[in-house]
């Protein structure tokens, strides 16, 4: 009776104490914290058919009012689809040519001249609006503190692919996004909503 009296003392101790560290464990695991693309955000890119090759800031072109970011693709269709919708809410007054830029995403596989063949003044699917030809190294800079961030811009935007949307607001924060292929006309009166 003893022995099974201090068996089963000995099976409750056990459990007791099961799971328990001394002070010098630690359950804590190490983290990493990646640094993060800057909030305030903007970059400067030199513009399709600008003879001057003068750059735009996106800070400076959306400093009054939210802008709608196109990443496009000379052989993208979706792109083609949404540049041709946003043009005809351009030409009938729905949303102002001021609200939207487009951004080359491809520049390590496209051609400057083959995106201009796609979106130039004479070409399938124009754009009224600026479309800027970044190259793979253009860097984003932090408007909190006017520094040049570690990003680059396609890793600071998320790494769209095309079509990617994404509205900026005037202050240099992203605030909406889709990945939507086509253009639907939900979607359409959506960003309408968004950019009054």
């Known amino acids: 009776m003893i022995t099974r009296t201090i068996f089963l003392t000995l099976i409750f101790l056990t459990s007791f104490l099961a799971g328990c560290i001394t002070e010098n464990q630690s359950m804590v695991e190490e983290e990493i914290i990646e640094p993060s693309a800057p909030e305030r955000m903007s970059f400067t890119s030199r513009v399709m058919g600008d003879e001057n090759n003068s750059d735009l800031d996106l800070h400076d072109y959306a400093s009054n009012n939210s802008v709608l970011l196109i990443w496009v693709a ?4 979706g792109c083609h689809d949404w540049t041709d919708v946003l043009a ?22 496209e051609s400057p001249s083959s995106v201009e063949n796609v979106y130039g003044k004479n070409s399938t699917n124009p754009v ?3 479309l800027l030809l970044p190259s793979e190294d253009t860097q ?9 961030s570690e990003y680059s811009i396609y890793d600071a935007f998320g790494n769209p692919s095309t079509p990617t949307l994404q509205i900026i607001d005037s202050t240099g924060k992203l605030t909406w996004s889709s990945k939507t292929y086509w253009a639907t006309e939900e979607l359409v009166d959506e960003i309408k909503v968004l950019l009054e």
Do not use: M, Q
């Not at 000379?74 to 269709?77: E, I, L, P």
């Not at 984003?140 to 040049?148: A, F, I, P, S």
């Open 88 to 109: 005809e809410e351009v030409n009938n007054g729905n949303i102002s040519n001021d609200s939207i830029l487009s951004i080359h995403r491809y520049p390590a596989f």
């Open 128 to 130: 009224s609006w600026p």
């Open 140 to 148: 984003v800079y932090d408007l909190d503190t006017g520094l040049e």
């Open 74 to 77: 000379a052989n993208c269709k």
